[in-house]
């Protein structure tokens, strides 16, 4: 069964500590695997796309890696606008299903 | 990036009645929508894949008579909460892909949050 799971649940960071967020994933076959944003009361923001292993994409201050069972999304100096939840998703090659993590609250305090 | 665009953003109505949610994307045609439902702190459950012109393929446990799904066009999906009951209050959300590709990102609609007294 695939499945999806995120750590930590939530995550306090001050202005400028970097931190890692982990996305174990567990799929018969992995067609991509998909990074969002989520502001509360708010739908999903795309970040990144992932499809094999050794792959790595960035954006402003934030990196995302995939191995074959992890994907990490690397925050480096964060800032308090980047408080939000991290979701992370995969999509199997035999359903073409998204499934989706319960994701990392994060918080960073100025 | 493709907008998707879902209202109402919020809803409160009482037991029994049916709420309707539209989810557009504004620009760009979406031939697949798909419906989630969320709890606080809980992941994006997916209740529904909506084709356009067909009838939408719903997951296990969902209730294809209390959630009425209709994709009329490539642009426009709705659902419908039918007799709408306190535990269907949640946060709904649509989420469309850009692209033909099965395998491309999703984009979501700002969701919306329904409470049934």
Known sequence: ?110 | GAVVSQHPSRVICKSGTSVKIECRSLDFQATTMFWYRQFPKQSLMLMATSNEGSKATYEQGVEKDKFLINHASLTLSTLTVTSAHPEDSSFYICSARASPYPNEKLFFGSGTQLSVL
């Open chain 1, 1 to 110: 069964e695939d499945q999806v799971t995120q750590s930590p649940e939530a995550l306090r960071l001050q202005e400028g500590e970097s931190s890692s967020l982990n996305c174990s994933y567990t799929v018969s076959g992995l067609r991509g695997l998909f990074w969002y944003r989520q502001d509360p009361g708010k739908g999903p923001e795309f970040l990144f796309t992932l499809y094999s292993a050794g792959e790595e994409k960035e954006k402003e201050r934030l990196k995302a890696t995939l191995t074959k069972k992890e994907s990490f999304l690397h925050i480096t100096a964060p800032k308090p606008e980047d408080s939000a939840t991290y979701l992370c998703a995969v999509q199997d090659t035999g359903t073409y299903k998204y499934i989706f993590g319960t994701g990392t609250r994060l918080k960073v305090l100025a």
